[in-house]
């Protein structure tokens, strides 16, 4: 309970004092700390992007003209027991013409005599076939099948976005780092010019026997603090940011409770880490 | 309850402080140190603060021997220990109250406690009618006297004072060496380090006079 008027009265105090600098670093800390989150947003954005493309992921497996309904219905039966198929969705040519009509319209093919699509079935597979040393040995087996003239697995779209995907986390990862060292710097050089301003009374604090702890939490509260408020404050820039996107350009997922919560722990931990450092260094420990 | 076994300080190379230097003060006793500028009497309170560190020698003081003393034990030895700054040092945004108050509060005491330890001090040096002033309302004697309060408000087993009528005037420092020596006659083991060898002589306490760093004198 001491420590926590002492520290209020130290943050009055050093808003009164150097109110630009508290100013300055919590502005600082809510700029720097907006670029990682937006890195945050973008990487959950994406990766929830990149679980559809996975869930609506099949396997195009066309059949050879004319096959009988005995070897379709023997065919299905194999594709079923295979290891990463879920489901088996057997396409007629019929139904083939069909899907055509609907994506592209009629005028298409109205002027062919014949119907040139072939039947089809489509494999929906989980996420252990869409490796890819599994799935070109899936691709390898299903075309190596009795009946199957080609097969389709349209997986490069999803190599891709995932490489981009994880392309942005690694790099929002790197971002992250220099931020959190460039705010523990700011919150440390707060917290030395709070502490330089009560250099005399601290020599009093030591002069009596104030122990280190005494001295020091006051102070990396305050570093604590500064941290809390500007990445609190970055976090609802953010949503704002996530609700203009949202309602401008493309819908976006926020962050989960749990994860503004990190978000803002994050900024609480690297002002308290500052400030240590700042005292520790002053207090010459 | 003081030990201090040929005790030398020495600054680098050529600066000698202090030169195997060696004495004892039982508990209860009172020793003005005495000496011009640059005797090295301040270094002998710091040394015995634990503020520096001896080049070769030892100091012990009641249960604490300082060679050994870890940096972490500091505050510990210091809350057993009470100083007077010739400056007063103290916080210009506490009342003299509050300023008595901080050794206790540091020490974790008791609210209840330390209200009644610190009415207890001031009036012992005669500064409880001043205890709601902030310090630039306090005449330099006072002051002194509320930084006197502070030093005994834990009950310190030795009480050091660097220097602590230098910034006041003749009987402002008489008034305050005597209070020093009530101090001492209720019990309370004293050493003031003065410059001011005649006045000092005047209250027939132990002297101890150090030249150039070496213990000259030591008068019971």
């Known amino acids: 309970m001491r420590y926590l008027i002492k520290t209020i009265a130290e943050i009055r105090r050093a808003s009164r004092h150097q109110p630009l600098s508290i100013f300055g670093t919590i502005i600082t800390i809510l700029l720097a700390m907006l670029l990682p989150g937006l890195f945050w947003l973008a990487a959950n954005n994406l990766t929830a992007v990149e679980k559809k493309l996975k869930a609506n992921m099949t396997v195009d497996v066309f059949l050879v003209d004319d096959?009988?309904?005995?070897?379709?219905?023997?065919?299905?039966?194999e594709l079923l027991s295979l290891e990463g198929v879920s489901d088996v969705i057997f396409y007629s040519e019929r139904d083939a013409l069909f899907k055509i009509r609907e994506s592209f319209g009629q005028d298409i093919i109205q002027d062919l005599d014949d119907n040139p699509l072939p039947a089809s079935f489509s494999l929906v597979v989980d996420d252990t076939v869409l490796e890819p040393e599994t799935a070109d040995s899936l691709v390898a087996h299903l075309s190596a099948l009795d009946q199957v003239e080609e097969v389709v697995f349209a997986r490069e779209i999803l190599y891709r976005f995932s490489g981009i995907t994880d392309s942005i986390k690694r790099f929002g990862i790197v971002i992250a780092v220099l931020v959190i060292l460039s705010g523990i710097f700011i919150s440390a050089n707060t917290v030395r010019v709070a502490i330089t301003d009560r250099r005399e009374v601290v020599e009093i604090m030591q002069v009596v026997g104030a122990s280190r702890t005494y001295i020091m939490t006051p102070f990396v509260?305050?570093?604590?603090?500064?941290?809390?408020?500007?990445?609190?404050?970055?976090?609802?820039?953010?949503?704002?940011?996530?609700?203009?996107?949202?309602?401008?350009?493309?819908?976006?997922?926020?962050?989960?409770?749990?994860?503004?919560i990190a978000f803002i722990l994050t900024g609480l931990l690297l002002g308290m880490l500052g400030a240590l450092l700042a005292t520790r260094k002053f207090l010459k420990i | 309850m003081l030990e201090?076994?040929?005790?030398?300080?020495?600054?680098?190379?050529?600066?000698?402080?202090?030169?195997?230097?060696?004495?004892?003060l039982e508990k209860g006793e009172m020793a003005?140190?005495?000496?011009?500028?640059?005797?090295?009497?301040?270094?002998?309170?710091?040394?015995?603060?634990?503020?520096?560190?001896?080049?070769?020698?030892?100091?012990?003081?009641?249960?604490y021997n300082l060679a050994e003393l870890p940096k972490s034990k500091i505050p510990d030895l210091r809350r057993h220990l009470g100083y007077v700054f010739q400056d007063f040092r103290l916080i210009s945004?506490?009342?003299?109250?509050?300023?008595?108050?901080l050794p206790l509060e540091v020490a974790g005491k008791a609210l209840r406690y330390i209200r009644k330890r610190v009415d207890e001090a001031m009036k012992q040096v005669g500064v409880w009618q001043r205890r709601n002033s902030y310090p630039r309302?306090?005449?330099g004697g006072e002051a002194q006297r509320v930084a006197l309060a502070r030093a005994i408000a834990n009950e310190p087993l030795l009480l050091l004072a660097d220097e602590p009528t230098g910034n006041l005037d003749m009987k402002n420092s008489r008034d305050l060496f005597e209070l020093f020596c009530k101090l001492n006659l209720q019990g309370a083991t004293v050493i003031v380090a003065t410059h001011q060898v005649a006045m000092a002589s005047e209250f027939g306490k132990r002297i101890l006079h150090l030249e150039d760093g070496i213990l000259k004198q030591d008068k019971k």
């Open chain 2, 93 to 101: 945004e506490r009342t003299a109250f509050e300023n008595v108050a």
């Open chain 2, 32 to 63: 003005f140190l005495t000496g011009a500028s640059g005797a090295g009497k301040s270094t002998l309170l710091r040394l015995i603060f634990r503020e520096e560190f001896p080049t070769s020698g030892e100091i012990s003081l009641g249960p």
């Open chain 1, 221 to 260: 509260l305050l570093g604590g603090l500064l941290g809390l408020i500007g990445t609190a404050l970055s976090a609802v820039l953010l949503r704002l940011i996530d609700e203009y996107v949202s309602n401008n350009l493309v819908e976006l997922q926020f962050l989960n409770l749990h994860e503004i």
């Open chain 1, 67 to 77: 096959t009988s309904q005995a070897k379709i219905e023997k065919l299905r039966g």
């Open chain 2, 137 to 139: 309302q306090l005449s």
């Open chain 2, 4 to 24: 201090v076994k040929e005790v030398t300080k020495e600054y680098g190379d050529r600066i000698t402080a202090l030169s195997n230097v060696s004495f004892e």
